[in-house]
């Protein structure tokens, strides 16, 4: 290493004398200025301590932080296969990029996938498939303590608030959902003039921090809720529970980027951190969160009312149906998160290793809804790396009803998978507050792919269930869904897991569910 400097060093000068040589006297001075430049930042890294590469490797040490503040965009841009990106791929990134442009979103010469590898999962197709309906499909979300149901997209919007989105984006998000037709979660932080701007229909969520119908003390305000829900354009409310992302934990806006239109929007003073805590203060059992979301409902005037979590404990789950069932009353829609959510920033420890898995989460409570009786009543919608038809239609078969998306919706409104959504320095605009870097995105050219993506894809899902067979997701079934345990042996859904029968466990719990169920108390909520 040192050798090569050193010839590099003694090159660069011989050059910079010859340059100077020809050039006539001036360049003296500025190879003068530089050299002294450069002896003055020598002097300064010896003497430092922070770094102790430079106080070993003056000068020439800061290749190696500028070669490390180039390594996303090298890797992403050149070194990654477009099969093997991290958090979407390539391909994904594609995908969503051309069919919220208007373009096929199509691929030549086959897949580059290895389809034999250990984990890889596809769809059967049907030897008779049949034409794709004209209309897509939609749920109707809505129970019997419900007065106005609503009728839900395969594929919607998943929860972003603004604060975490720039106002430009939330303006595209929600224009491209009242152009398509299809639900915008306004995510916690309250619902802004943003969102009420292009009369997109809203799912309103409510976190811990009820921000937008909370007292001064930061408890929840049922008037405020009244008056805010009653508004046409909210079609559903939703209480989170907690978010992929960041499972167990809430969230911590600094005092920075708490400015005037956050503060309106989340009902807090401006200028001051604004906390979400990691529990609520509104309940604290599985009984008295059943009686919380009832008491939603009733506040909207007979709307949705549900709620969102990323899965857990299943004694937890079991307990919210047990709840469920004393209180005589359900939700009227739960919303699973995945742990592979994310558009939330969060602690590493906390993104890598806290939370389930949005497979083994939705199938928890669909068995868990099914085995109480109450899966007819309930809705449930998957939430976590949906970006492609493929995506809606694996969660159908795995039982979910529909869909939201965040990332992918992020996607079509510009976002580059920079991956520094928590610094405010978003280049495309979509997650910064800064007005100079919201400019970038155009939120007539955005709205208008937001809703050719979603459009796109919901077609891509239908011709995809149409090919299988099912007209609707009502056909689609734990065996259409195969994955490969190893290189020369694969099975369905509906072997690899255990799917209960309706009311299983009110009559008699299998072993593999006994123990759970006899701990789950709808009085406590409880993971041991």
């Not at 590099?8 to 050039?23: E, F, Y």
């Not at 037709?181 to 921090?209: C, K, Q, R």
């Not at 928890?364 to 038809?389: C, E, F, P, W, Y």
Request: hydrophobic content about 40%.
């Amino acid at each position: 290493m040192g050798r090569f400097l050193a010839i590099a060093a003694t090159l660069g000068i011989l050059v910079a004398l010859g340059w100077a040589a020809a050039v006539g006297p001036w360049a003296w001075w500025v190879i003068g200025a530089l050299v002294a430049a450069v002896i003055v930042l020598a002097i300064y890294d010896l003497t430092q301590k922070k770094h102790a590469i430079l106080r070993n490797y003056p000068v020439v040490g800061h290749l190696r932080f500028l070669l490390e503040s180039l390594r996303p965009e090298l890797q992403q841009y050149f070194i990654e296969r477009n099969w093997d990106g991290r958090p979407f791929d390539r391909d994904t990134r594609s995908i969503v990029y051309e069919r919220s442009k208007g373009i096929h979103g199509e691929k030549a010469f086959g897949t580059e996938r290895d389809v034999n590898a250990e984990g890889y999962e596809y769809l059967v197709h049907s030897t008779a498939p049949i034409p794709a309906p004209a209309t897509p499909p939609r749920v109707i979300v809505g129970g019997r303590d419900c007065s106005h149901p609503y009728s839900m997209s395969l594929l919607n919007v998943s929860a972003m608030s603004l604060g975490a989105l720039s106002p430009n984006a939330v303006r595209a998000l929600n224009r491209g959902a009242e152009m398509g037709g299809f639900a915008h979660d306004t995510g916690e932080g309250g619902i802004s003039p943003y969102h009420l701007e292009n009369n997109g229909d809203l799912i309103w969520e409510v976190g811990s921090g009820y921000f937008g119908t909370r007292t001064d003390e930061g408890r929840f305000d049922p008037d405020q809720f009244a008056q805010q829900s009653s508004r046409d354009q909210v079609k559903c409310v939703s209480l989170k529970l907690s978010q992929g992302a960041k499972p167990g934990i809430g969230g911590v806006l600094p005092a920075a980027k708490v400015n005037a239109e956050i503060a309106r929007a989340r009902g807090v003073p401006q200028g001051v951190k604004c906390v979400s805590p990691p529990a609520h203060s509104a309940f604290s059992t599985p009984t008295e969160l059943i009686e919380f979301i009832a008491r939603m409902r009733e506040l909207s005037g007979g709307k949705p009312a549900g709620f969102k979590l990323c899965v857990g404990s299943r004694i937890d789950v079991l307990a919210i149906c047990k709840a469920i069932k004393d209180v005589g009353t359900a939700p009227d829609f739960i919303i699973v998160d995945g742990s592979e959510g994310g558009t939330g920033a969060a602690p590493l420890e906390f993104e890598d290793h806290m939370g389930t898995p949005l497979t083994d989460g939705q199938l928890t409570m669909h068995n868990a809804l099914v085995g109480t009786g109450l899966r007819d009543q309930i809705r449930i919608g998957a939430s976590g790396k949906v970006a492609a038809g493929n995506d809606i239609v694996k969660r159908l078969a795995q039982g979910a009803d529909y869909t939201n998306s965040a990332r992918a919706m992020m996607m079509a409104v510009g976002c580059i998978q920079a991956q520094i959504c928590h610094t405010g320095l978003c280049p495309v605009g979509v997650t910064t507050q800064d007005p100079k870097r919201q400019r970038a995105l155009h939120v007539g050219d955005k709205s208008e792919r937001v809703k050719n993506y979603q459009e796109a894809t919901v077609e891509q899902a239908v011709e995809i269930m149409a090919s299988m067979g099912a007209s609707s997701p009502q056909e689609l079934r734990p065996e259409h869904l195969q994955r490969n345990i190893s290189r020369n042996e694969h099975r369905s859904y509906a072997e690899l897991y255990e799917w209960l029968q309706p009311g299983e466990l009110l009559a008699q719990p299998p072993e593999s569910w006994a123990r759970d169920w006899a701990r789950a108390d709808s009085g406590t909520f409880r993971n041991a």
